[in-house]
C-alpha cells in the first residue's frame, strides 16, 4: 500500500528556519517524483515544485523559486521542503503528493504538515 | 488565480447528476491528462479520477471524468449528501513543467 506519512505541525517565526518531511512507503522512491503544494487557510491548491528522487533533480513554480528547496534521501525514502527565512504569508497546510507517472499529475497525498508562522 | 478554470460552486438535489467543468489551455488540459480530486474540510485532498477518464480502486462508477480538447468535466450521478465536497482538477503543464490546478468547486446536495 502506498502511504506518504508527513512529519508533524510547526509553530514558527518569522525569519526562522524550518524543514518539513515526507516519508515514502509501499513504492519504489526513485521510481516516482514527489511534488509539494500548498494549501492556505480557506483556499485552493497551489503547486509549488517537485523533486525527481533517483536524481534528486528538482523544479519549481515560479511563485516559489528561490523562496524553498526541496530535496530527497533515498536511503531512508524521504522527500523534504526548507525554509530558510519563513514569513507569515506561509502559513499554510503543506502536502507532499506522488506523480502517477512522468509528465502526469499527482495521484497520492500525504495527510498534510501544518505550518504557522507568527510573532 | 488559478491556471485551470472551474466553477466556484455547484448544487443538486439528491439521486440528480451534477457536472463539473475544467477549462484550460494547450499546454496542460489539451497535451496532457487530466485528474481529479475531493478534498472534505480537514482532509489531504484525494484522487476521483485520474488520466481523464480512469477511477481509482474504491471509486463507485457514480464519478466518471472525460476531456475534449483543452477542456474537460467531472459528472457525478445518483447525488448522495456524503457528496459535498471541494473539488479540483489538475494536469500536467509543458511550459510550466509542473502541475497546475483548477480553483476548486464546492459541491452542495440540497
Known amino acids: 500500500e502506498v502511504q506518504l506519512v508527513q512529519s508533524g505541525a510547526e509553530v514558527k517565526k518569522p525569519g526562522e528556519s524550518l524543514t518539513i518531511s515526507c516519508k515514502a512507503s509501499g513504492y519504489i522512491f526513485t521510481g516516482y517524483w514527489i511534488s509539494w503544494v500548498r494549501q492556505k487557510p480557506g483556499k485552493g491548491l497551489e503547486w509549488m515544485g517537485k523533486i525527481d528522487p533517483s536524481a534528486s533533480y528538482s523544479n519549481y513554480s515560479p511563485s516559489f523559486e528561490g523562496r524553498v528547496t526541496i530535496s530527497a534521501d533515498k536511503s531512508v525514502s524521504t522527500a523534504s521542503l526548507q525554509w530558510t527565512n519563513l514569513k507569515a504569508s506561509d502559513t499554510a497546510i503543506y502536502y507532499c503528493?506522488?506523480?502517477?507517472?512522468?509528465?502526469?499529475?499527482?495521484?497520492?497525498w500525504g495527510q498534510g504538515t501544518l505550518v504557522t508562522v507568527a510573532s | 488565480q488559478s491556471v485551470l478554470t472551474q466553477p466556484p460552486s455547484v448544487s443538486g438535489a439528491p439521486g440528480q447528476t451534477v457536472n463539473i467543468s475544467c477549462s484550460g489551455g494547450k499546454s496542460d488540459i489539451g497535451s496532457n491528462y487530466v485528474y481529479w480530486y475531493r478534498q472534505f474540510p480537514g482532509t489531504a485532498p484525494r484522487s476521483l479520477i485520474y488520466r481523464s477518464n480512469q477511477r481509482p480502486s474504491g471509486v463507485p462508477d457514480r464519478f466518471s471524468g472525460s476531456k475534449s480538447g483543452t477542456s474537460a468535466s467531472l459528472a457525478i450521478s445518483g447525488l448522495r449528501s456524503e457528496d459535498e465536497a471541494d473539488y479540483y482538477c489538475a494536469a500536467w503543464d509543458d511550459s510550466l513543467r509542473g502541475v497546475v490546478f483548477g480553483g476548486g468547486t464546492t459541491l452542495t446536495v440540497l
Open positions: 503528493a506522488r506523480h502517477r507517472g512522468y509528465y502526469e499529475s499527482v495521484d497520492f
